[in-house]
């Protein structure tokens, strides 16, 4: 046996140090560091066994590789999640599931575990499944399948935290998918540190890894997040397994998403939708009808629908915006769902070439229902929903809005322009405003009215937005008065443009009326 000594590692990176350090001097987190205690080999010693996760093959041309067999999947009968997983799972495959606590990781896993016991691919039946939880008894996932309505003779549960008791029950019951619930409390009982800690998780996945690997085994590996939204532990664990899924909440706690970041048998870009709840979750295919109001809803100003992409999939996204009068020096610029620095250059493009009056007002912006995207093709959607709010004038329900916006106020190319508005036709939209650029190798032909422009200054004119450039817009009531602000100190209105000749001459009214008349 070799000389122990004392260490303390960063718990997000890995990083060993002999003394404890507030901050990882490799990925800068700070206050990660625990104290470890390591086995360390003689220098005389013979080499150490191979790693838990060693392969090793002939050397071989690859010229002269056979051709691989096609792919065998197994589709969970669950829509959303078969989405992100390109089709279903192969063989073989490890999965990592990461989530907040209480989002519906064990619920889920549950209910794809009764699917892919009762079925699996055309021709066969059920598939074995082996239940590992180290989180709860088994009289609480019990419990959890009886609400679920769940009842399978090819589940088998097993209650263990011990990475070797995990492994013997692995090779006696000989399953076809494995569920760990969660990676985060098994421990290796040869090495030291706790459950949790960056060595076990490290050496329990690879050894996982290797046992599944060995037997075409499907594993799902359900693991824990940081306060930042993170995968806690080593991120050797997110590169040694084959797919990794995120599952989140949005804004509202209403719906359940699920992204794909990683994946070795499918698109990473994909996203799946579910709701949850009293019996489970509930997969949402239509996610559009969702975060869009009904098209035939009466307009209302500083509102634009816009289709964003996530991976093949398109989504019609509602955004808002706000543009208010403010009373301080320094106006508020808020973005919600949408990247805020891209809103700040969007703003600032408004103002330089639409003239748009924006330095005393606060302006919001957000994506109903709670989505987040950085899709650029909502750009146009959230100038012309600025514009309609400080304009006090509604751009018309039924209208789409995609394209690039740049810093010259030109409206670019928009990938995968035709899904887009097939998505669009598809939910009742009857009008779209697009890039001019894209129009020309555009193939759709769909009865949905297609309008190309080229800057976002021409759209604006299209639906009659054009104001003054003072923010006001002609015939639109109360415009006007909404561009008088008070002067500070003072409760009295000052006319807009009024040049000030010293601190007592700026121009006052005692009503609202005589400053309008005045300017």
């Keep these: 046996m070799g000389k122990l000594r004392t260490v303390h590692r960063c718990q997000q990176c890995g990083f060993a140090s002999s003394k404890w350090l507030g901050q990882c001097p490799d990925c800068e987190a700070w206050n990660t560091f625990v104290e470890e205690v390591v086995e360390t080999s003689s220098p005389g010693a013979k080499a150490g066994k191979a790693g838990m996760t060693e392969f090793s093959s002939e050397i071989v041309s690859l010229a002269n590789l056979e051709e691989p067999v096609s792919e065998i999947r197994h589709p969970t009968r669950i829509g959303e999640l078969d989405r992100v997983l390109g089709g279903g799972l192969v063989p073989g495959q490890i999965v990592l599931l990461a989530g907040p606590p209480g989002i519906g990781k064990s619920t889920l896993m549950l209910q794809a575990a009764a699917r892919l016991s009762r079925e699996a691919s055309p021709g066969r039946g059920g598939l074995k499944v082996l239940y590992v939880t180290g989180e709860e008894s088994l009289s609480q996932v019990s419990g959890r399948a009886r609400r679920l309505a769940i009842v399978s003779e090819n589940i088998q549960l097993v209650s263990e935290t011990n990475l070797t008791r995990v492994l013997s029950a692995l090779n006696e019951v000989r399953p076809d998918v494995l569920v760990l619930d969660s990676i985060q409390t098994i421990y290796h009982p040869e090495l030291s540190g706790s459950p949790g800690s960056v060595g076990q998780v490290r050496e329990c996945a690879a050894e996982i890894l290797r046992a599944a690997k ?13 306060k930042e939204g993170a995968l806690a532990g080593p991120k050797i664990l997110e590169h040694i397994v084959d797919t990794v899924l995120y599952f989140d909440a949005e804004r509202h706690q209403l719906l359940r998403i699920l992204r794909v970041f990683k994946n070795r048998f499918g698109p990473s870009s994909e996203m799946g939708i579910f709701e949850m709840e009293e019996a489970g979750l509930r997969e949402v295919p239509d996610a559009s009808a969702f975060f869009v109001a009904d098209p035939a809803a009466a307009d ?18 509602e955004i808002q915006a706000l543009a208010a009068p403010t ?3 320094i106006p508020r610029r808020m973005a919600t769902g949408l990247d805020p620095n891209r809103t700040q250059v969007l703003i600032a493009a408004l103002e330089k070439h639409l003239r748009l009056r924006l330095e005393n007002r606060d302006v919001f ?17 959230a100038c012309m929903a600025l514009v309609s709010s400080t304009r006090d004038l509604p751009l018309p329900a039924d209208c789409v809005f995609m394209g690039e916006v740049g810093l010259l106020g030109q409206v670019g190319r928009s990938a995968l322009l035709a899904p887009r508005l097939r998505e669009a036709q598809r939910l009742g939209f009857k009008r779209a405003c697009v890039p001019q650029r894209s129009l020309k190798d555009l193939n759709f032909s769909g009865t949905i009215a297609v309008e190309g422009f080229e800057t976002v200054e021409a759209c604006v004119r299209r639906w009659h ?10 015939g639109a009531s109360g415009a006007a008065r909404e561009e008088l602000h008070l002067a500070r100190g003072t409760g009295r209105a000052i006319a807009p443009g009024a040049a000030p000749r010293g601190a007592d001459a700026l121009p006052e009214f005692d009503t609202m009326e005589e400053a309008e008349r005045a300017s």
């Design 214 to 226: 060995s037997r075409d085994t499907i594993a799902f590996l359900l693991g824990h997040v940081t």
């Design 300 to 317: 209302l100003p500083g509102r634009a629908v816009s289709v964003a992409l996530e991976g093949t999939r398109p989504i019609l996204v």
């Design 327 to 329: 009373r301080y020096p």
């Design 365 to 381: 912006v957000s994506l109903a229902g709670g989505l987040r995207q950085r899709d650029t093709v909502l750009d146009l959607a």
């Design 465 to 474: 937005l054009a104001g003054s450039g003072h923010g006001s817009s002609p």
